[in-house]
């Protein structure tokens, strides 16, 4: 890799003050990284009973071994949390929990899974770099807390967070003709669609493979894949586990009296849960039009509006029907355009309806993608809010729990990383002497 290029990941304007730069941004860089760890480490010495989901699966995998029904928590040996996943997850998980290693040794393996998604998450357009899989292993371990509520927790979503690196390694892939590399793409497609199966409401992030820089009828074969992928836990619980099945509905809608239930009104992070908020405080708690009319709005406004934005002024002078502008421009731009793909997924992940604080670790894979080829200033805003900011917040003992500190940075990240042009990307628009009002062009976004 040319020593040019090298520079411009971590530069801005010219590569001459590319020196003082790199030596500020990289005492961020470990300043962060010692907030992280610190963090993290002081976690570890709490007197605290942790791992509570990690129990809960365990025993409801237990439970199903031994012929009961997992879904009533009377069930489940030490807890009093249900088991939100569905039936065919408990034969799949029976090897996880076997011996009860995991539930005794949970923090090791997690931060072993955390390490290696920093590993597989693949670089868009570019050689792969120390550099930039130290920079993502950090933003896994450290954006948002995330990752510190999964460990706390033991939650699974370290699993999610895992497959889907695996899955944005395989489809994040240069384009090609040769149908390996499709092949190789629709098993990341239908593995992404598999992690959205743990968690419903995150369907729609599948939408976002749309705008991958190939033709359309690849597209919608990898979009139906993935669908294809996303269902079928759903019909194997239907088809070989209907009992279960039935008392899976009844947990997750609250049908059980008596025990926790996974209700998507449960406190969470989320806009939807910012949006009742607002309805409450003006005094109209029982309007539920009004709260998701609020949340339409706010997912519109922050994000998907300003997603759509630039890709309509990218192609509005170009002739053809809408759609078939935006195939061809994101096939001329395939750097871009995978980028957009990335941002999408993060976006339409943020709008989910329950977000709870684990999963902003999953959130966090995303990001980590995207926070590498970001010029320095952008860079280390990122840095600062979407890492070193709500790890104070949560070293000093304040509650994250409950509040909205992680979609507030999250909102932040996002829209910094969506209107900050990648450094590479603007150094090569430098040295071609494109003058500003030709970028959008030049560059497509």
């Given at each position: 890799?040319?020593?040019?290029?090298?520079?411009?990941?971590?530069?801005?304007?010219?590569?001459?003050?590319?020196?003082?730069?790199?030596?500020?941004?990289?005492?961020?860089?470990?300043?962060?990284?010692?907030?992280?760890?610190?963090?993290?480490?002081?976690?570890?010495?709490?007197?605290?009973?942790?791992?509570?989901?990690?129990?809960?699966?365990?025993?409801?995998?237990?439970?199903?071994?031994?012929?009961?029904?997992?879904?009533?928590?009377?069930?489940?040996?030490?807890?009093?949390?249900?088991?939100?996943?569905?039936?065919?997850?408990?034969?799949?998980?029976?090897?996880?929990?076997?011996?009860?290693?995991?539930?005794?040794?949970?923090?090791?393996?997690?931060?072993?899974?955390?390490?290696?998604?920093?590993?597989?998450?693949?670089?868009?357009?570019?050689?792969?770099?120390?550099?930039?899989?130290?920079?993502?292993?950090?933003?896994?371990?450290?954006?948002?807390?995330?990752?510190?509520?999964?460990?706390?927790?033991?939650?699974?979503?370290?699993?999610?967070?895992?497959?889907?690196?695996?899955?944005?390694?395989?489809?994040?892939?240069?384009?090609?003709?040769?149908?390996?590399?499709?092949?190789?793409?629709?098993?990341?497609?239908?593995?992404?669609?598999?992690?959205?199966?743990?968690?419903?409401?995150?369907?729609?992030?599948?939408?976002?493979?749309?705008?991958?820089?190939?033709?359309?009828?690849?597209?919608?074969?990898?979009?139906?894949?993935?669908?294809?992928?996303?269902?079928?836990?759903?019909?194997?619980?239907?088809?070989?586990?209907?009992?279960?099945?039935?008392?899976?509905?009844?947990?997750?809608?609250?049908?059980?009296?008596?025990?926790?239930?996974?209700?998507?009104?449960?406190?969470?992070?989320?806009?939807?849960?910012?949006?009742?908020?607002?309805?409450?405080?003006?005094?109209l708690a029982d309007s539920k039009p009004l709260v998701f009319a609020i949340y339409a709005l706010s997912a519109t406004a922050f994000v998907l509006a300003p997603l759509g934005w630039p890709l309509?002024?990218?192609?509005?002078?170009n002739e053809g029907s809408l759609l078939g502008r935006l195939d061809r421009w994101l096939i001329d731009h395939p750097q871009a355009a995978m980028r957009i793909t990335v941002l999408a997924m993060?976006?339409?992940?943020?709008?989910?309806?329950?977000?709870?604080?684990?999963?902003?670790?999953?959130?966090?894979?995303?990001?980590?993608?995207?926070?590498?080829?970001?010029?320095?200033?952008?860079?280390?805003?990122?840095?600062?809010?979407?890492?070193?900011?709500?790890?104070?917040?949560?070293?000093?003992?304040?509650?994250?729990?409950?509040?909205?500190?992680?979609?507030?940075?999250?909102?932040?990240?996002?829209?910094?990383?969506?209107?900050?042009?990648?450094?590479?990307?603007?150094?090569?628009?430098?040295?071609?002497?494109?003058?500003?009002?030709?970028?959008?062009?030049?560059?497509?976004?």
């Amino acid at each position: 890799m040319s020593d040019i290029t090298g520079t411009a990941r971590w530069s801005g304007p010219s590569a001459d003050t590319a020196g003082k730069r790199n030596v500020w941004l990289a005492c961020l860089i470990a300043l962060v990284a010692v907030l992280v760890f610190g963090n993290l480490a002081n976690d570890t010495a709490l007197d605290t009973n942790y791992g509570w989901d990690v129990r809960v699966n365990c025993a409801a995998v237990d439970a199903h071994v031994d012929g009961l029904d997992p879904y009533y928590v009377k069930n489940l040996k030490g807890t009093k949390l249900s088991y939100p996943y569905l039936p065919a997850t408990l034969d799949a998980f029976r090897p996880l929990c076997a011996g009860g290693f995991l539930v005794g040794h949970h923090r090791g393996v997690f931060l072993l899974i955390a390490v290696l998604c920093g590993l597989v998450l693949p670089g868009i357009g570019r050689t792969r770099s120390l550099r930039d899989v130290a920079l993502r292993g950090l933003y896994v371990l450290g954006a948002f807390v995330g990752f510190e509520w999964v460990l706390a927790s033991g939650n699974f979503a370290i699993l999610g967070g895992g497959l889907t690196a695996v899955a944005l390694a395989l489809l994040l892939r240069p384009a090609k003709p040769d149908d390996r590399d499709d092949v190789l793409r629709m098993a990341g497609a239908a593995l992404l669609g598999l992690v959205m199966s743990f968690k419903l409401v995150f369907f729609p992030l599948l939408a976002a493979l749309y705008f991958l820089p190939l033709p359309r009828r690849r597209k919608l074969v990898l979009m139906a894949v993935a669908g294809l992928g996303f269902a079928l836990p759903i019909l194997a619980s239907l088809v070989f586990y209907p009992g279960l099945f039935s008392s899976w509905l009844l947990a997750i809608t609250g049908g059980i009296p008596g025990q926790h239930s996974v209700q998507i009104e449960e406190t969470n992070p989320s806009l939807l849960l910012l949006a009742q908020t607002i309805v409450d405080r003006v005094g109209l708690a029982d309007s539920k039009p009004l709260v998701f009319a609020i949340y339409a709005l706010s997912a519109t406004a922050f994000v998907l509006a300003p997603l759509g934005w630039p890709l309509l002024r990218a192609i509005r002078n170009n002739e053809g029907s809408l759609l078939g502008r935006l195939d061809r421009w994101l096939i001329d731009h395939p750097q871009a355009a995978m980028r957009i793909t990335v941002l999408a997924m993060y976006g339409l992940y943020l709008c989910s309806p329950r977000l709870k604080e684990y999963a902003f670790f999953e959130l966090a894979v995303y990001a980590a993608i995207l926070i590498v080829d970001l010029p320095a200033a952008a860079l280390a805003a990122v840095l600062t809010i979407g890492v070193a900011v709500p790890t104070l917040v949560s070293i000093t003992g304040m509650s994250i729990e409950g509040s909205f500190v992680q979609i507030v940075v999250a909102l932040a990240c996002f829209w910094i990383m969506l209107l900050s042009r990648p450094a590479t990307s603007a150094l090569v628009v430098r040295a071609a002497g494109v003058e500003p009002a030709q970028r959008l062009r030049t560059e497509g976004f």
